[in-house]
């Protein structure tokens, strides 16, 4: 059974810095790309970044692109999200997200928002 469990969300300040992770299990890690999504209240949930299962390369959003870094361990099966120079726009519910097989899973997501 797939399971994604977020965590490292909170408040912090406009320029200030977060890092989400993502611990997954029942299924191998390794072999499946990795990507963070967001949802603003009121808004679609959006695709944030994306890391490939081989070869590390990754995508981002033109909106977080410079500040936001993805990453992942494959010993520790988790995926990290660095978040740098946060703005209050960037303020969302962020959900860790895998597809397997077409089929997409969700964690329960970690709440983030940036205010002063």
């Known amino acids: 059974q797939v399971q994604l469990v977020e965590s490292g969300g909170g408040l912090v300040q406009p320029g200030g810095s977060l890092r989400l992770s993502c611990a997954a299990s029942?299924?191998?890690?390794?072999?499946?790309?990795m990507s963070w999504y967001r949802q603003a209240p009121g808004k679609q949930r959006e695709l944030v970044a994306t890391?490939?299962?081989?070869?590390?390369?990754?995508n981002y959003a033109d909106s977080v692109k410079g500040r936001f870094t993805i990453s992942k361990d494959n010993g520790k099966n988790t995926v990290y999200l660095q978040m740098n120079s946060l703005k209050p726009e960037d303020t969302a519910v962020y959900y860790c997200?895998?597809?397997?097989?077409?089929?997409?899973?969700w964690g329960q997501g970690t709440q983030v928002t940036v205010s002063s």
């Open positions: 997200n895998t597809q397997i097989w077409r089929k997409d899973h």
């Open positions: 029942g299924f191998t890690f390794s072999n499946w790309a």
């Open positions: 890391i490939a299962s081989v070869g590390g390369r990754t």
